[in-house]
């Protein structure tokens, strides 16, 4: 099983902050990842696809990054709407997946 | 409208058997790969098993042995039988519909996600 490691677990910012999240797999992956916002009672949100893409409709402050092992996701400007859990989930394996423990942000 | 109910879930003692549902509509199910996710009170997500449009299953070591996914195209419905469970089994299971990306060959996303049935396991 390819294992998926988030780093911080929780993090508490300010608005404007800008804010980052790691994301280390046990294996190369090369871009198989996707991030997700989940907000309690609602069901997690695609954020970015492909390690870098953005999904439709996400605002641009949301940018993620790299490939292989390693990967970041950056809110360049972080807002009061932007609270919530964020995971990251390979797709290498597919259809077995992984989701990575998940980063609380609270503003 | 995508819609994904689940039901099934309840309590159950450790050892015991509990059988999950998802009914699902407003797409051609048996298009689509399907999974069950689950997160525990307090907890990650966790990915539990998934299947091909073809029947072909998947499964994280966790559950791999006791919990068997499975899918009846003509009914839309999607199940999890959930054998030998155990305390942490305890979770609220979603019944979810992976999608693969228009732009990268292979790479699935998760776009629609049921509202969750709870499952508890009791010692």
């Known amino acids: 099983d390819i294992q998926m490691t988030q780093s911080p677990s929780s993090l508490s910012a300010s608005v404007g902050d800008r804010v980052t999240i790691t994301c280390r797999a046990s294996?190369?992956?090369?871009?198989?990842l996707n991030w997700y916002q989940h907000e309690p009672g609602k069901p997690p949100k695609v954020l970015i696809y492909?390690?870098?893409s953005l999904q439709s409709g996400v605002p641009s402050r949301f940018s993620g990054s790299g490939s292989g092992t390693y990967f970041t996701l950056t809110i360049s400007s972080l807002q009061p709407e932007d609270f919530g859990t964020y995971y990251c989930?390979?797709?290498?394996?597919?259809?077995?997946?992984?989701f990575g423990g998940g980063t609380r942000v609270e503003i | 409208e995508v819609q994904l109910v689940e039901s099934g879930g309840g309590l159950v003692q450790a050892g015991g058997s509990l059988r999950l549902s998802c009914a699902a509509s407003?797409?051609?199910?048996?298009?689509?790969?399907m999974h069950w996710v689950r997160q525990a009170t307090g907890k990650g997500l966790e990915w539990v098993s998934g299947?091909?449009?073809?029947?072909?299953?998947y499964y994280p070591g966790s559950v791999k042995g006791r919990f068997t996914i499975s899918r009846e195209n003509a009914k839309n419905s999607l199940y999890l039988q959930m054998n030998n469970v155990r305390v942490g089994d305890t979770a609220v299971y979603y019944c979810?519909?992976?999608?693969?990306?228009?732009?990268?060959?292979?790479?699935?996303?998760?776009?629609?996600w049921g509202q969750g049935t709870p499952v508890t396991v009791s010692s």
């Open positions: 407003g797409f051609t199910f048996n298009t689509y790969d």
């Open positions: 294996h190369n992956i090369n871009n198989y």
């Open positions: 979810a519909r992976g999608v693969y990306s228009e732009t990268y060959q292979n790479l699935m996303l998760v776009d629609y």
């Open positions: 989930q390979q797709s290498y394996s597919a259809p077995a997946l992984t």
């Open positions: 492909g390690a870098s």
């Open positions: 299947i091909g449009t073809a029947g072909d299953t």
